[in-house]
C-alpha cells in the first residue's frame, strides 16, 4: 500500500537554527513522484518540490534543500537559517498514479 | 491567470443540512480532484472527475456525498444531511488532460466546512 510517514508531529527551534522535516514513504510504484507542501496558518497549500523518483539528486533552493533516498526510501527537507515566517505546517505526499497520498504533517513553531 | 477557484471559502452548517462545495478549475483544466482534510490530519483523496464522468470516487464515503463535473460550470462536491464529523477543509486541484509530461495538480485555497 502507498504510505507516507511524518513521525515529528510538531518541531520547535529558534529562529535561525537549521531543521530538518522528515519524510519516510512507501509505494509499489517503480516510477513516482515526490512532493513537500507548505500550509501556514492562514490554511492555503503552498507547493515547495516535486521530485522524480528517477532524480535522486539533491536540491537547494534558497534556505530550502532536499535530500532524496531511494535506498531508504526517504525524502527529507531541511531548512537553513530558519526564520519566523518559516512557521507551518509541512506536508510530504507521494504520487500514486493520479491519487496524492499525503502524510499527517510537521507542524513547525519557529520562536523568534 | 486564475488559478483553481473555491467558494465558498467558509460555510457553516447547521447538522442535517446540505453543504455544496464549488471548484471551478485552471481555464483549460478538464480533470478535477478532491480531497478532505480533516483537522490535525493530512488531506486524503475523495474522487477524482472528469467532465461529465466520475473516474475513480474510491475515496468518497458511501452515503451522503456525491461529486460532479459538468460540461458547464463548476465541479460540485454536494453532502447531504451533514453532521459533525463533516467539519473540514475540502481541497479541491485541477489538472490538464493526460499528456506525454507530469500531469501536475494545482490546488485551490479550499473551503472550511463547520458544521454546529
Known amino acids: 500500500a502507498q504510505k507516507v510517514t511524518q513521525a515529528q508531529t510538531e518541531i520547535s527551534v529558534v529562529e535561525k537554527e537549521d531543521v530538518t522535516l522528515d519524510c519516510v514513504y512507501e509505494t509499489r510504484d517503480t516510477t513516482y513522484y515526490l512532493f513537500w507542501y507548505k500550509q501556514p496558518p492562514s490554511g492555503e497549500l503552498v507547493f515547495l518540490i516535486r521530485r522524480n523518483s528517477f532524480d535522486e539528486q539533491n536540491e537547494i533552493s534558497g534556505r530550502y534543500s532536499w535530500n532524496f533516498q531511494k535506498s531508504t526510501s526517504s525524502f527529507n527537507f531541511t531548512i537553513t537559517a530558519s526564520q519566523v515566517v518559516d512557521s507551518a505546517v509541512y506536508f510530504c505526499a507521494v504520487d500514486s498514479n493520479y491519487q496524492l497520498i499525503w502524510g499527517a504533517g510537521t507542524k513547525l513553531i519557529i520562536k523568534p | 491567470n486564475a488559478g483553481v477557484m473555491q467558494n465558498p471559502r467558509h460555510l457553516v452548517r447547521r447538522r442535517g443540512q446540505e453543504a455544496r462545495l464549488r471548484c471551478s478549475p485552471v481555464k483549460g483544466h478538464s480533470h478535477v480532484y478532491w480531497y478532505r482534510q480533516l483537522p490535525e490530519e493530512g488531506l486524503k483523496f475523495m474522487v477524482y472527475l472528469q467532465k461529465e464522468n466520475i473516474i475513480d470516487e474510491s475515496g468518497m464515503p458511501k452515503e451522503r456525498f456525491s461529486a460532479e463535473f459538468p460540461k458547464e460550470g463548476p465541479s460540485i462536491l454536494r453532502i447531504q444531511q451533514v453532521v459533525r464529523g463533516d467539519s473540514a477543509a475540502y481541497f479541491c486541484?485541477?489538472?490538464?488532460?493526460?499528456?506525454?509530461?507530469?500531469?501536475?495538480?494545482?490546488f485551490g485555497p479550499g473551503t472550511r466546512l463547520t458544521v454546529l
Open positions: 486541484a485541477s489538472s490538464p488532460p493526460p499528456g506525454t509530461s507530469y500531469n501536475e495538480q494545482f
